[in-house]
Structure formats: C-alpha cells, structure tokens
Nanobody
Framework: QVQLVESGGGLVQPGESLRLSCAAS????????MGWYRQAPGKQRELVAL???????TYADSVKGRFTISRDNAKSSVYLQMNSLKPEDTAVYYC????????WGQGTQVTVSS
C-alpha cells in the first residue's frame, strides 16, 4: 500500500519561510520521480517542483529562486523549502510520486497572509 504523508504546512506572514516534508512508503523511493503540486481555491492543481531519481529538477516559473526541492533516499522523504512566501502561494500543497503522478498525498494547507 502506497502512502505519501505531508507535513509542515501552516499560516505565515508574507516574506516568511516554511519547509514541507513528505514521507513515502510502499514505493521504491530511490527510483521514483517525486514532486510537489499545489491547488489554490478555484484553480487547477499545478506543478510546483519536480525532482527525478537522478536529481534533475524542474520548478514552476512562479517559485524559481524562492523554493527548493530536495530528497533523502535513505529516509524515503522529499522536502520543499519555501522562502520569501507571498500571498499568492496560498494553496493546498500535495506530494506526488511518479511522472505523471501515480500517487498523491492528502495535502497540507499553506496560508500566507498578514
């Protein structure tokens, strides 16, 4: 049974930082492309960052220079460091395995508001 469990969301002010974590089980993590996606109210789910098993990384233009994706294969975990957060980053953030994604986490809410 595949499980992706996100943590680390919350309410922050503009300019602050958050670090999201995703712990995976039930997949061969080291062989999997892992990604972070987000969905804001009334909008479609969009890619935020993607990291292949070989370490190739893709970022959405809107987060380049502010967000950093990383992975720890020994812990079967992927992370998203989010700096200089903006109100438009407010969304539910999802961890996903595969490209295209075949498995999803339950999501964690990130709210950026003053």
């Amino acid at each position: 049974q595949v499980q992706l469990v996100e943590s680390g969301g919350g309410l922050v002010q503009p300019g602050e930082s958050l670090r999201l974590s995703c712990a995976a089980s039930g997949i061969i993590f080291r062989s999997s492309t892992m990604g972070w996606y987000r969905q804001a109210p009334g909008k479609q789910r969009e890619l935020v960052a993607l990291m292949t098993r070989r370490g190739s990384i893709t970022y959405a233009d809107s987060v380049k220079g502010r967000f950093t994706i990383s992975r720890d294969n020994a812990k079967s975990s992927v992370y998203l460091q989010m700096n200089s957060l903006k109100p438009e980053d407010t969304a539910v953030y999802y961890c996903a395995a595969g490209s295209p994604p075949g498995y999803w986490g339950q999501g964690t809410q990130v709210t950026v508001s003053s």
